[in-house]
């Protein structure tokens, strides 16, 4: 039992680049959800997917794209990375609301 | 503007310590606070709170919520090593918006 698997773990881009970060979760749960941890930051919400062929913005979600287009997998995509956007990101899953969110072992992005 | 302030930021104790770690919270519409502690990666799960009031107990670790003071408490006694690591509190909203608001974290350093 995987749980929540994040790929790529480490990914340098240069700026303009995009790139996908994929998130799956073998634990049929519901709720998806893509963080980035910033130091002195905390963990911040992009985006959030409530189930299949839905999905919603977060508190940062500028700059950024996502896709639930199988309930198990939570597509984050990046158009034209900055700078800005050097961070490690983390997915999470959760079965419903009443419970802890599962989360992957995070990918480290730097943009140059 | 909805916030989850952590004290202290970091703390360095001695195996056998007890430590207590706080977190206070200015949200509307709360539902229930979380924390969590993450080492190298990923975020685990240690306890959800939703009542004032009602201890929750796992081994050496212990938390309770004060919902009128808007605050939490996360206790570790009898620190061992292993428990160094950067503990996070965060407040899931009752709100449509199915997310968390994360403080920045404690780190807690145990030393032999």
């Known amino acids: 039992n995987a749980g929540v698997t994040q790929t790529p773990k480490f990914r340098v881009l240069k700026t303009g680049q995009s790139m996908t970060l994929l998130c799956a979760q073998d634990m049929n749960h519901e709720y998806m959800y893509w963080y980035r941890q910033d130091p002195g930051m905390g963990l911040r919400l992009i985006h959030y997917s409530v189930g299949e062929g839905t999905t919603a913005k977060g508190e940062v979600p500028d700059g950024y794209n996502v896709s639930r287009l199988k309930k198990q997998n939570f597509l984050l995509g990046l158009e034209s990375a900055a700078p800005s956007q050097t961070s490690v990101y983390f997915c999470?899953?959760?079965?419903?609301?009443?419970?802890?969110?599962?989360f992957g072992s995070g990918t480290r992005l730097t943009v140059v | 503007e909805d916030k989850v302030v952590q004290s202290p930021l970091s703390l360095v104790v001695h195996e056998g310590d007890t430590v207590t770690l706080n977190c206070s919270y200015e949200v509307t519409n709360f539902r229930s606070l979380l924390w969590y502690k993450q080492e190298k990666k990923a975020p685990t799960f240690l306890f959800m709170l939703?009542?004032?009031?009602i201890e929750k107990k796992s081994g050496r670790l212990s938390s309770i919520l004060d919902k009128k003071e808007l605050f939490s408490i996360l206790n570790i006694t009898a620190t061992q090593t292993g428990d160094s690591a950067v503990y996070l509190c965060?407040?899931?909203?009752?709100?449509?918006?199915?997310?968390?608001?994360f403080g920045t974290g404690t780190r807690l350093t145990v030393i032999p």
């Open positions: 965060a407040v899931e909203l009752q709100t449509g918006a199915n997310n968390l608001f």
């Open positions: 939703t009542s004032s009031g």
């Open positions: 999470a899953s959760s079965f419903d609301r009443s419970y802890g969110y599962t």
